[in-house]
């Protein structure tokens, strides 16, 4: 059983940061495709934002200059720095793993973000 295990989620007022965290077996970090998603309440799962092995980032607009992904190799950890957060970004975040050769598509436990106006 892979285990994608998230941290860093909690309660800030508007306009704060946090910072989360996802660490993922060495095998799974290196080839896949890394993603944060988010589900709000009465809502769908939706991308926030993700990072290929590569490094390429990819953000959904509403997260745009506020949020920033990033991976460090060393530690097989992903990162989500968020900032300027908003009551509209509270939801439970979601760590993804993925890819198409080899196959495999992982999720995390998810982490809570609560963001009071």
């Known amino acids: 059983q892979v285990q994608l295990v998230e941290s860093g989620g909690g309660l800030v007022q508007a306009g704060g940061s946090l910072r989360l965290s996802c660490a993922a077996p060495?095998?799974?970090?290196?080839?896949?495709?890394m993603g944060w998603y988010r589900q709000a309440p009465g809502k769908q799962r939706e991308l926030v934002a993700s990072?290929?092995?590569?490094?390429?980032?990819n953000y959904a607009d509403s997260v745009k200059g506020r949020f920033i992904i990033s991976r460090d190799s060393t530690k097989n950890t992903m990162y989500l720095q968020m900032n300027s957060l908003k009551p509209e970004d509270t939801a439970v975040y979601y760590c993804?793993?993925?890819?198409?050769?080899?196959?495999?598509?992982?999720w995390g436990l998810g982490t809570q973000v609560t963001v009071s106006s």
């Open positions: 060495r095998s799974i970090f290196s080839s896949g495709v």
């Open positions: 993804k793993a993925d890819s198409d050769f080899p196959y495999f598509n992982y």
């Open positions: 990072i290929s092995a590569g490094g390429r980032t």
